[in-house]
């Protein structure tokens, strides 16, 4: 036993000495390095793409503003090739979006609720990928399925042009649908089972919990799927360019035409120079503006639910 | 009875989403299929025959430029923001909040943002290159957060394992770390794939709208969707239009296929 | 007679400002079972992730003191990290194979050391599975994904993974706490033959488990080394009341 012992001991005392303890392994380490210092620069690419967009968007756009008159640029009523007043615009935008979310988040969030409370598992397998091929079509299919088809409606119901505010509106209000509805669905769906068994076992009927106590409980969640409805709804061009008449007028009516901030960029860009195009970057740089309240009320949002 | 009522309206809301768009998808299938002649296939594009070939091909090129930079810049953020930096370094809450700035911006500003600095300011004219580099910022928030939620998912105790036996970072994040977070990853790049296939106003002033392919890099030319929707407005080929939107439709569609392939993988992979 | 392994001087650590371990010192022998026991929190799992710096990965983990393993201390920069946990290895409480065939979970470690010839993979893999007593279960499927297999040959195959680069030490993290009774049984069968090659250091909840397979038992209580022994000295007449108090289960 002891003999076999020390013999063990030996072998291991041979073998820590056959490795010359904690040798160097420069080439791998000059690898780790210099990797280390790509994945860095690599990630630095967020940080400096933005910080360029910025400086490029503002330094094009804020000098136009100051030189025209910040007040008479944004509160100006009139727009053409040498009168820059964006107010319709920015009126255009902020209608369209408020008219697209106060029909698309009730029936995004009420799909929501299907989804994740009354759907059959059957049928959730086919419409989850229904959810995600809506988001993948592209704007400009469903800006030229609205030309066809919401346009000659609205034209036949209340006539005039049917390029309109309202077609817009109706757009958008089925754009923004994925959003919200994945996120709600999200929201819904992590709010703890225990919140729904309780209700049930308090004699609330399955409805009443699912409506009373699981949407009231996601609703921090749905809140914020709902600004993320809104950025896109804000930000979408090619398919509200298609329908809205893009007339830069203030608003005259839901079935009249419409131009809003990111459509006016679109409208006129191709053909503008000197003043002119800086407005339209200027333009750019209040949507930017908007955008980025947007944006930040959702983080805001988002670490909130965090916590 | 409101819960009664509330039940009836969210059955409702279900039947127009997904009755919306069904009916949007078979509008479009129905006027479109039949005009995808073979002329529209043709190589070349000419006023009478408005070819989505070049278009096709310069789509291609635009998605395959794009995803070349923007998945490995893309990739190694994530790889640094998870397995490198310290989570409450300010440079790395400082990148997170870049990332989503940059996920929230509309393409139209990107477009002009393009137009400013690469068209004008680097004097690239409207060509691929500044179409490309435009859709390549575009793409990276996509790619950014699905790296980091893949590499995540991973977990501590592999990377612990591979560690343990003295594998150094890059060896563990490799070998060990990256076979297991690929699905994730693949996925993220094949969403950013469809957001590049379907992008018309962040295009339209880099890449410009020529009609054929484009020849080199500082060539202009158009993908699809700009296809479609200067065909669209021109109001001249709306039958052409039809159809550029059932092959849009088909490309939304297998990508979809498959992303869902590729997590269906990443959640048999994970058992 | 017996050569000391690894010699824990005034070790003290941080995690942020929660001081973990106050000043601990410790002597590990070659060829030995040294068994850490103690209530959960005590400190015996930090203190084995010194043994080899996993404890490195930690965020905010900060360590004064000194660890020497053949009398060179692990903390000094000249040393090669990876070079130290070769050859300091590792098994962790919950098994942890990587997502692969196990044939390459095998081969993972001597890959990372710069062996590449199939004919000496082959060899060494068949030669850790032996000695982690698995051999016979997988020699006919090694292509198979190490995942497929139970919780206890999937713990075994860890051990073979980290007897594959060939070691000194063999830190183990509770290896049996997440398994059943008869994979722990295997185990601890296999751990004491492996001492024979290896020198063990071991965390365990189990008391019985300390009693059973260790030589030397160190007690740990609120980050400190309360009392540290040959095992059955330790447990059949310990000098410290508080010991006296843990093993015959008045406390944790």
Redesign the interface.
Known sequence: MDNLRQGTIKEAKAKANRQPPFKKAAKGNLAEKIMHGVFLLAAFTSIFSLVLIVIFIFTNGLPMMVEYGLADFIFGQTWNQTTFGLLPMILGSVLVTLGAVSIGVPIGVMTAIFMAEFCPKKLYAFLKPAVNLMAGIPSIVYGFFALRIIVPQIRQLFGGPGNSMLAAIMLLSIMILPTVISLSESAIRSVPRSYFSGSVALGASPERSIFSVLVPAAKSGIFSSIVLGVGRAIGETMAVVMVAGNQPLMPRGLTQGIRTLTTNIVMEMAYASGQHRDALVATGVVLFIFIMIINTTFLIMKSKEAK | MISKLMKGLVYASAVFTFGMLAYLVIYILINGVRFLTPSLFAWNYSTSNVSMMPALMTTLMVVAGTLLIATPIGVFTGFYLVDYANRKNPVVKAIGMATDTLAGIPSIIYGLFGMLFFVIFLEFQFSLIAGILTVTIMSLPVIIRSTEEALLATGMPIRQASYALGAGKLRTLFKVVLPVAMPGILSGVILATGRIVGETAALMFTLGTATNLPGSLFASGRTLSLHMYILSQEGRHVNEAYATAVVLLVFVLVINALSTLVSKRLAKGGK | ML?QKIKVRDLKLWYGKFEALHGVDLDIY??EITAFIGPSGCGKSTLIKTL?R?ND?V?NCRIEGSVEL?G?NIYSK???L??????V??V?Q?P?????SIYDNIA??PR??GIKKKNELDEIVEKSLRQAAIWDEVKDHLDRNA?SISGGQQQRI?IA??LA??P?VLLMDEPTSALDPISTAKIEELVMELK???TIVMVTHNMQQASRISDRTAFFLNGDIIEQDMTRQLFTNPKEEQTDNYISGRFG
Do not use: I, S, W
């Open positions: 050569n070659e060829n080899n996993m990965l965020e053949d060179k000249k040393v090669e990876n070079e130290l946990r070769k050859r290895g590792m962790f919950q942890n194979p990587f997502p692969k993972f470690g990372t050391h995942l860890c993974r980290a680069v060939e000194d024979e090659d290896y």
